[in-house]
């Protein structure tokens, strides 16, 4: 299942599992602050909702078109109404994930004490002081936050 949700904390890093657990926790409260990773996440199932007569159209008429009658016509139809939109959520959900849950995990890994690149979570270990972006993606080097996350601790 990692495929689906990843860890975006580096294994590498030396984190204890119980500081890997908090930096989920604050991962997930940053989430949760900002109400638009919300709205995007229930943009997928109210589209889903939306499209559903548009599905079973598109799915009425393929299973028409393919001559399919019965048992074949009731498969293409489950295969349009659900296996498609299946698809489309963990799909909608990996990048909504990447884009929006990612950079909230590097954040907070970076509030604990560890200097990853805030954009793909590249460990800048051993990099000069004066390194100015990451080597891996070229994302500018933010200096690195000091105060830890509120309510923490
Ligand atoms: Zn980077």
Redesign the pocket.
């Known amino acids: 299942m990692s495929w689906i949700w990843p860890s975006f904390v580096d294994r590498e890093l030396p984190l204890t599992r119980e500081q890997r657990r908090a930096i989920d926790r604050d991962a997930w409260k940053m989430w949760f602050r900002n109400r638009w990773n919300f709205i995007l996440y229930m943009l997928v199932p109210i589209s889903y909702v939306l499209a559903l007569p548009l599905l079973r159209d598109a799915a009425g008429m393929l299973a028409g078109t393919l001559g399919a009658d019965g048992l074949g016509q009731r498969m293409v139809r489950a295969g349009v109404v659900i296996l498609l939109p299946a698809a489309c959520f963990v799909l909608a959900g990996a990048v909504l994930q990447r884009w929006r849950f990612a950079p909230c995990v590097y954040e907070a890994t970076r509030r604990h004490g560890c200097d990853v690149?805030t954009?793909?979570?590249?460990w800048l270990r051993g990099l000069d002081d004066d390194a100015q972006r990451?080597p891996?993606?070229?994302?500018r080097r933010e200096p690195m936050p000091v105060l830890p996350l509120e309510g923490d601790g």
Not at 136 to 139: F, H, S
Request: with cysteine.
């Open positions: 690149c954009r793909c979570g590249y990451c891996e993606c070229g994302a």
